[in-house]
């Protein structure tokens, strides 16, 4: 089982559209969790931390949920500019750092 | 936005050859971070440096040898790669001890012949 897992995309929706992505991660002991954006060809770039009360910026609301072991993003009114690939990064003690693959995401008009 | 500077952006070498990567943070940041990501793949770690010490060597081989002479700097030296090795080089920075997010460099994209 991979560590950081995250839905298969890609995600095709219209603009105006809500999309929800989730993430699964393996280790209990997971302490910090964030969600990236990766536009192509470019570095990843910091969307929002996820915390567990959730949180919530703009049209971007992340949810964490330690019990079942995942996080999940929602994202509101789509706009063509959100299409790119979202990473879902889980860190353990220390600096460890884990990326899940990515989903794609295609906001289309 | 200039926080981490990554050079060069793109680098074609022979298996043979001898380079370094260069990464430098403007963000008075403490951990330094070396990531490949190969396509179709997700990023992984390679190495993290906090206050110029290392902290993680994610069972890299040693063909790959980062240096770091203080905390604002990060070098990855590249010796005898192989053609697997063809990826892109990210650069990170964070403050404290591994759980605030990470800031990225654009990257070297490397091509081994």
């Known amino acids: 089982r991979k560590e950081v897992e995250q839905d298969p995309g890609p995600f095709n929706v219209p603009e105006g559209a809500t999309v929800a992505f989730n993430c699964t991660y393996s280790n209990s002991a997971s302490q910090s969790f964030f969600w990236y954006r990766q536009d192509c060809r470019k570095e990843p770039k910091l969307l929002m931390s996820v915390y567990s009360s959730g949180n919530e910026d703009g049209r971007f609301t992340a949810q964490l949920n330690r019990a079942s072991q995942y996080i999940s993003l929602l994202i509101r009114d789509s706009k063509l500019s959100d299409s790119a690939t979202y990473l879902c990064v889980v860190t353990g003690g220390g600096f460890k750092t884990i990326f899940g693959a990515g989903t794609r995401l295609f906001v289309k008009a | 936005e200039t926080g981490v500077t990554q050079t060069p952006r793109h680098l074609v070498m022979g298996m043979t050859n001898k380079k370094s990567l260069k990464c430098e943070q403007h963000l008075g940041h403490n951990a330094m971070y070396w990531y490949k990501q190969s396509a179709k793949k997700p990023l992984e770690l390679m190495f993290v440096y906090n206050f110029k010490e290392q902290t993680e060597n994610n069972s890299v081989p040693s063909r790959f040898s980062p240096e770091c002479p203080n905390s604002s700097h990060l070098f990855l030296h590249l010796h005898t790669l192989q053609p697997e090795d063809s990826a892109l080089y990210l650069c990170?920075?964070?403050f404290g001890q591994g759980n605030q997010p990470q800031h990225f460099g654009d990257g070297t994209r490397l091509s081994i012949l």
């Open positions: 990170a920075s964070s």
